[in-house]
């Protein structure tokens, strides 16, 4: 069965250190997108991709960077991790502007 | 700005029926997504809407006014197992995902 996984599950960085979140799809989706979801907001788009070689950035994509080598995957880098960054991360894939995302397990990061 | 908005927290007892509102303002409309979410878990699809009217999926209904700016989801013959995070998110005229902050129901036996 076609999935979306996430690695690691959970993460804990110190400060100032580079951190890169894995994100792996089998859907052959085109679209991937990377989230960030705090107590009291909605989900908040970081960067996504519409294929490979395109990426672009979301609504808080300071200090985080990702690229696009291949369809299947769409790491997510922290850049130098800082405290407000301690967050639980959703990596999502869709096949087109207006189908469905569906969303890998995610990632819980701390930064200390 | 673009804004969803949804009630934070909502109870409701086993059996009965209960609706999650959602009012968006965004820029430009492409549809709207319902999704779930248990706790420390990832979203799941729900339901789609980008016409008005009234889509019905077993136990769970979703409704759309575009003109209103206006959704609900409407969960019937509640169960334990819906005791969840229902979050409303819109599509804007970018085809970007709006999502509101969700609603955590409760559910009571």
């Not at chain 2, 889509?55 to 700016?69: A, T």
């Not at chain 2, 169960?79 to 009571?108: E, F, H, P, R």
Request: proline share 3%; net charge negative; aromatic share 12%.
């Amino acid at each position: 069965d076609a999935e979306i996984t996430q690695s690691p599950r959970h993460k804990i960085t110190e400060t100032g250190r580079q951190v890169t979140l894995a994100c792996h799809q089998t859907w052959n989706h085109n679209n991937m997108f990377w989230y960030r979801q705090d107590l009291g907001h909605g989900l908040r788009l970081i960067h996504y991709s519409y294929g490979v070689h395109d990426t672009n950035k979301g609504e808080v994509s300071d200090g985080y960077s990702v690229s696009r080598s291949n369809t299947e995957d769409l790491p997510l880098t922290l850049e130098s991790a800082a405290s407000s960054q301690t967050s639980v991360y959703f990596c999502a894939s869709s096949d087109s502007y207006q189908e469905t995302q569906y969303f890998g397990p995610g990632t819980r990061l701390l930064v200390l | 700005g673009q804004n969803i908005d949804q009630p934070t927290e909502m109870t409701a007892t086993e059996g009965a029926i209960v609706q999650i509102n959602c009012t968006y303002q965004t820029s430009g409309f492409n549809g709207l997504f319902w999704y779930q979410q248990h706790a420390g878990e990832a979203p799941t699809f729900l339901s789609y809407n980008v016409l008005d009217g009234l889509e019905e999926k077993g136990r769970f209904s979703s409704f759309l006014s575009r003109s209103k700016g206006y959704s609900y989801l409407l969960l019937k013959e509640l169960q334990m197992k819906d005791s969840a995070s229902y979050l409303c998110a819109v599509l804007d005229s970018n085809y970007q995902l709006i999502w509101g902050a969700g609603t955590k129901l409760i559910i009571k036996p």
